[in-house]
């Protein structure tokens, strides 16, 4: 299962990384920002994992397919939104909000699916949020190199990826 947490903190977090080439061009002042995205983002997936295991007593099986069906609905999500990343250059405290709600929303959302299918721990949250931060530190030592072009033709790839687990959640329950 931890390969499955894994996975899904990994292909929500691509947009970090998309993220990371903007951050490059847009401050001096990294560290501080990627540390603000990684605590914004773990502070929305601690969040929904926090009220689904208060609602835990009210879910149920029928609820736990809920959880693919949300993985479907963010890939599918993801393969029409826009990829603008905001840009904001005066306050480094809210850069790192707007951008760390940006970018963790899919972790958010990921996290409520986890947690819908009984993954609830205090370390999905955790293990979202650091795969958050290092994608965006990726994105950044990326951004200086020719490798950046090829990877911003796979742009269609972290969506699919999660309507492909999604749908292996929900046949799953059906197996």
Do not use: W
């Amino acid at each position: 299962m931890i390969y499955f947490i894994l996975t899904t903190a990994f292909v929500v977090s691509i947009d970090s990384l998309v993220c990371g080439f903007s951050l490059a061009l847009n401050t001096k002042k990294k560290s501080p920002i990627i540390l603000g995205i990684v605590l914004i983002v773990f502070l929305m997936c601690f969040s929904v994992n926090y009220l689904t295991n208060f609602f835990s007593d009210k879910l149920n099986q029928r609820t736990a397919s809920l959880g693919g069906i949300i993985l479907i609905c963010v890939g599918i999500y993801n393969l029409f939104k826009k990829k603008d990343i905001p840009k904001v250059k005066s306050n480094i405290f809210k850069q790192s909000i707007i951008t760390g709600v940006a970018v963790g929303f899919d972790g958010a959302l990921a996290n409520l699916s986890l947690a819908l299918m009984g993954l609830n721990q205090i370390f999905v949250p955790i293990i979202i949020a650091v795969m958050h931060g290092i994608m965006i530190a990726i994105g950044i030592n990326l951004s200086k190199t020719t490798l950046a072009k090829k990877i911003a033709k796979i742009e269609f790839m972290p969506p699919l990826i999660l309507i492909v687990l999604g749908a292996y959640k929900l046949l799953g329950l059906f197996i």
